[in-house]
């Protein structure tokens, strides 16, 4: 029994030494992508859950198709029009379109700040839907959010694509809960909401604007009703805290993960504790480290790196899912970029792979 306890307090401690290497790198990110993280409030202060909340909502610069809703054509003013004229050939030529998001995305919005109605986008943890100003003015190099506009655009963004629901000039905050938002979205996506619609459930009558601006407030996340049915929010809703569920959900995900590499990384007939170099080591030490394809794994006894390179399809748990989900392309990017600022969570020597 107590070899047991011995092998079970060991997994949990690489275990807990992985999570700490994960929220050091996520604290760096934080930093060098220049997000608000106060750590107001303690137990919302996890860097990844920040971290995550964020990369979520980061569009990747990559050539998309614009399609567009019911909504359109329509007669906008002309400085809407060259705003607009302006986004759309950006989203086309695949540049940054992240700075029109406005100032939530980095500066407004924080997962762990003591407002709960500041914690994450209420649109976009409801239904998936992302706002841009439509700002045709230059950004000066100093800055990086766009001028705010007058008029936005609506959009659900996937990687291939950005469907326009519609251009509105801008709301008071409960515009941003506005039902007509979301019927435009299911009129002109059906494909994309069926898999959000509560089968067997009767859909009652719809919520108006301000009952939905109510309820994100309160913490609720109601019902929306289009053409007689009941649909739950494409983004997945948020907790009582404020936080975006799309953002636990990951963070839940990972928690196994961490779970499973442990139990995997310890096992003596693993591929990490049989390499040659470590069949002599008693008690290795393991840790995740950054090198130019993302996460590996580094035995500091030995000064063994395992590097994974990217896969098609990662298994969950896997050292390459670790690195894709914390990861993706254009975040490494900018550590490769900025990778002196990572310091000893860095491995710069050439990686002896497993």
């Known amino acids: 029994m107590s070899q047991t306890n011995d092998i079970d307090r060991s997994q949990s401690s690489m275990r807990n030494a992985f999570k700490q290497d994960v929220d050091a790198i996520a604290g760096v990110l934080i930093e060098v992508f220049g997000l608000r993280f106060k750590k107001e409030v303690e137990h919302l202060s996890d860097p990844l859950e920040r971290w995550f909340d964020f990369a979520c909502r980061f569009v ?22 060259r705003g607009l004229k302006h986004f759309l050939r950006r989203v086309c030529r695949g ?25 994450t986008d209420f649109l976009y943890a409801s239904w998936n839907v992302l706002h841009f100003h439509l700002s045709n003015q230059p950004i000066p190099r100093e800055r990086y959010f766009s001028k705010p506009a007058d008029w936005l655009a609506f959009c659900v963004v996937t990687n ?69 049915h009941a649909y739950i929010g494409p983004g997945g809703g948020y907790s009582a805290a404020g936080t ?34 470590l069949l002599d080591v008693t008690a290795p030490r393991f840790a995740l480290r950054l090198y130019p394809e993302g996460l590996g794994l580094f035995e500091e006894k030995t000064s063994t790196f395992f590097a994974h390179p990217r896969q098609d399809a990662p298994s969950m748990g896997s050292v390459r899912w670790l690195s894709d989900m914390l990861l993706p392309p254009w975040a490494l990017s900018e550590v490769l970029r900025q990778k002196h600022r990572f310091n000893s969570l860095f491995f710069l020597a050439n990686p002896k792979a497993s």
């Not at 909504?71 to 029009?81: E, I, N, V």
């Not at 406005?102 to 109605?117: E, N, Q, V």
């Not at 993960?257 to 040659?276: F, G, I």
């Open 160 to 228: 291939e694509q950005l469907g326009l629901i519609d251009v509105v000039r801008h709301p008071a905050i409960k515009g941003f809960s506005d039902p007509a938002i979301f019927e435009a979205l299911a009129r002109n996506w059906p494909d994309y909401v069926e898999p959000h619609r509560m089968k067997g459930v009767l859909p009652g009558r719809a919520p108006t604007q301000d009952e939905i601006h109510e309820m994100r407030m309160r913490g609720g996340n109601p019902a929306y009703v289009h053409n007689g």
């Open 95 to 119: 540049e940054d379109i992240n700075p029109y998001q406005g100032r939530g995305l980095k500066l407004r919005h924080d997962t762990s700040g003591a407002d709960r109605t500041a914690r």
């Open 60 to 81: 990747p610069p990559l050539p998309r198709q614009v399609i567009f809703s019911d909504q359109f054509p329509k007669q906008l003013p002309s400085d809407a029009k």
């Open 244 to 277: 975006p569920m799309k953002t636990a959900k990951i963070m839940m995900h990972l928690t196994r993960a961490l779970d499973w590499l442990a139990e995997y990384v310890w096992d003596s007939s693993s591929p990490y504790q049989q390499h040659e170099r």
